[in-house]
């Protein structure tokens, strides 16, 4: 199976950034051919050029939701979003980009795409390159989370080969 | 009174927020666009070396990091007092001609070609690209796609990387431009031609050959009657990537016609109470409110506001569709807001030219594709995006580091007729108090066709703008509010 990980958000965005130095930080700890770990600076459609060909995609990414802490970390489907917002007028979200790939018959969209949601207060609206130390936190918190959930895919691919 | 709210589950913060002011009679008094402002980036440049600038201002706005990239080159340029070779002119130009090709694609079938192609009344799940592939084909859809990625393989392969440029440096670019890469993007710009012309041709098919639309582009709600404004070349043709600010006034003649480096003379900001967004306008003929015409020193930028500013595109095919518009429209300058739609695909057809003029010049593979720079100092880069004229300036000190750095994004440069277009459609929905139940979609209309990117650099999972609509009675009491979630 291979997997994508992608650490999405805007580095010089504070605490946005915070999926990037996850992706940073499983670089360096990963070592596994099936697995790919890059970054996006960007979003729908062309978040989904970069999970295209992938059996899995794994997004590390920041959510604001009132109803979840700061701080906490959520593994989500993308089933689970009914809606994708950004600030960004200009693009469509990435469950529409990957149902558009599909109906024009894009057979190679991820069948599965998490995503791990890191709960920020409020989006950042103050330049910056550092975390907060709230949400700097997350990070090996996070890493640990996907390193488990890379863990149980090889232990499930191994059982699919039995 | 009655209040509706439904919340987003994600990114609340991000919301546009319309507020609309009811007056005794229940009309629209005014209705004003707020949007989330990025703080703070002019603090965040200080002290940063000059040469990094392009690379950190195209990560402000994950829309177009192509503009802000050159933008930042160029002011590069002026502030080391170096003039690139042609072939590193060339090179940028071509790559933002790709650039372009990408952006005016994805707005025209993604966000605005919706509300035509599928019907500004039809359900706002259906007013998507899914709808359009839905009412035009699935073949049609596939060549959307196509052509899209093509505009970003051509920047890609000038640029180094797809999304994000790494290529301007001051003084030329870092990488040519081999010639197999050439050959492929013959074979891209060529296809990417074809796929303009037809697309003009399904504008007027679905369009201009429907008598309700052609009424909507032509009624008040959506005219506005400012001056316009774009950079054109010596011929006063349209440029995206080079040239002198032109300025032409209500009777489509020149108002003002200067170089990059001079805005400061003829531009001023304007700041409002109730919004983070600066409103520019012509110093020359000052602030006087949110309103029209020839004593107002409001400005349209973007698509039809370059259009209108020059008197003609610099490739042939492109140079017909601009006359038929004026033809069709009733002559310069046109002020249909929802024209903006087709003044972007002319300019999708004229990239398309630009570009195979471009990579056919035997220069566009010469080595020499940099010039040594000279002492730091002051530069001021301009440059057109997407959706409108882009101004970076930046002071440097004697070792080549930022001690001041102004920018002036395109969505800004709109920032007064945007609020008024709203207004103004908002008017056109509520009368005595009644609300239309259309009134979303219409507002949204009228800003869409500027193509707004809110120079934000948040990314992620991102969908059309969160946008929440306020209604407030004569006693300033919100009476209703509408989300688009």
């Not at chain 2, 009309?27 to 949007?35: F, G, H, K, P, R």
């Not at chain 2, 050159?70 to 071509?94: G, I, M, N, Q």
């Not at chain 2, 108002?255 to 700041?271: A, M, N, Q, R, W």
């Not at chain 2, 306008?281 to 029209?292: A, E, Q, R, T, V």
Request: proline share 5%; net charge negative; charged share 25%.
């Amino acid at each position: 199976m291979r997997t994508i990980i992608l650490g999405v958000g805007n580095p010089i965005l504070g605490d946005d950034g915070v999926g990037l130095k996850v992706a940073r930080e499983l670089k360096r700890r990963v070592k596994n051919p099936d697995v790919d770990i890059d970054e996006a600076a960007t979003g729908g459609i062309n978040l989904m050029d970069q999970i295209i060909g992938y059996d899995k995609a794994i997004l590390i990414d920041t959510i604001t939701n009132k109803d979840v802490l700061p701080g906490e970390i959520r593994r989500l489907s993308i089933d689970d979003f009914s809606s994708f917002h950004s600030f960004n007028p200009h693009d469509i979200s990435l469950p529409e980009a990957c149902k558009l790939a599909r109906q024009l018959g894009e057979t190679r969209v991820p069948r599965d795409i998490t995503v791990f949601g890191i709960s920020l207060e409020r989006m950042p609206c103050e330049f910056g390159e550092e975390l907060s130390d709230e949400i700097s936190k997350t990070v090996p918190k996070t890493v640990d989370m996907i390193m488990s959930e890379l863990d149980e895919d090889k232990k499930d691919l191994v059982e699919d080969d039995d | 009174m009655k209040t509706v709210t439904i919340d987003p589950i994600t990114r609340l913060e991000g919301h546009g927020k319309i507020s609309i002011f009811l007056n005794d009679h229940g009309d629209v008094e005014n209705a004003y666009l707020q949007i989330p402002e990025l703080r703070g980036f002019e603090r965040f440049c200080q002290g940063r070396r000059a040469e990094d600038m392009p690379q950190i201002t195209s990560r402000i706005c994950g829309v177009c990091p192509v503009a802000h990239h050159f933008a930042a080159t160029k002011a590069l340029d002026d502030a080391f007092h170096v003039k690139p070779p042609s072939a590193a002119s060339k090179l940028r130009e071509l790559m933002y001609c790709g650039y372009f090709i990408y952006d005016h694609i994805l707005h025209f079938y993604f966000l605005g070609g919706p509300d035509f192609v599928v019907g500004p009344d039809a359900p706002a799940g259906e007013r998507n690209i899914l709808g359009v592939i839905q009412k035009a084909g699935l073949d049609v859809g596939k060549e959307v796609i196509k052509h899209r990625a093509y505009g970003q393989k051509i920047t890609a392969i000038l640029g180094g990387k797809a999304t994000h440029p790494v290529c301007g440096l001051p003084g030329g670019v870092s990488k040519g431009l081999a010639k197999d890469e050439v050959q492929e993007i013959k074979d891209m710009t060529k296809s990417c031609v074809d796929f303009a012309k037809f697309s003009l041709k399904l504008f007027d098919d679905v369009v201009l050959k429907n008598k309700n639309y052609v009424g909507m582009i032509k009624s008040d709600p959506y005219n506005l009657e400012t001056y316009n404004m774009g950079l054109v070349d010596a011929h006063n043709k349209v440029n995206f990537y080079d040239g002198l600010i032109r300025v032409t006034d209500q009777k489509a003649e020149e108002f003002l016609k200067f170089p990059g480096k001079d805005y400061t003379k003829h531009v001023s900001e304007h700041v409002e109470p109730w919004s983070y967004m600066k409103f520019p306008y012509l110093k020359k003929i000052g602030w006087h409110g949110l309103k029209d015409g020839k004593d107002s020193g409001v400005y349209r930028v973007g698509p039809l506001g370059r259009l209108n500013a020059a008197e003609g595109m610099a490739t042939p095919l492109a140079d017909k569709e601009y006359k038929r518009l004026y033809e069709t429209l009733g002559g310069r300058p046109v002020n249909s807001t929802l024209a903006y739609h087709w003044a972007r695909l002319i300019e999708l057809l004229y990239a398309t030219e630009r570009a195979t003029e471009l990579v056919n010049d035997p220069d566009i593979t010469s080595k020499n594709i940099r010039n040594p720079v000279g002492e730091p100092g002051e530069g001021v880069g301009v440059v057109e995006a997407a959706r409108g004229t882009l101004i970076h300036h930046y002071k440097l000190d004697k070792n080549g580091l930022v001690e001041k750095a102004n920018l002036i994004v395109a969505t800004t440069n709109n920032a007064g007729a945007i609020t008024m277009s709203v207004r103004d459609a908002a008017k056109g929905m509520i009368k005595k108090g009644e609300v239309n139940s259309g009134i979303l979609n219409k507002v949204e209309m009228a800003f869409r066709a500027y193509d707004p990117c809110f120079a934000c650099a948040t990314h992620a999972l991102p969908g059309g703008m969160p946008l929440e609509v306020n209604i407030y009675d004569k006693n300033k009491k919100i009476c209703k509010t509408i989300k688009n979630v």
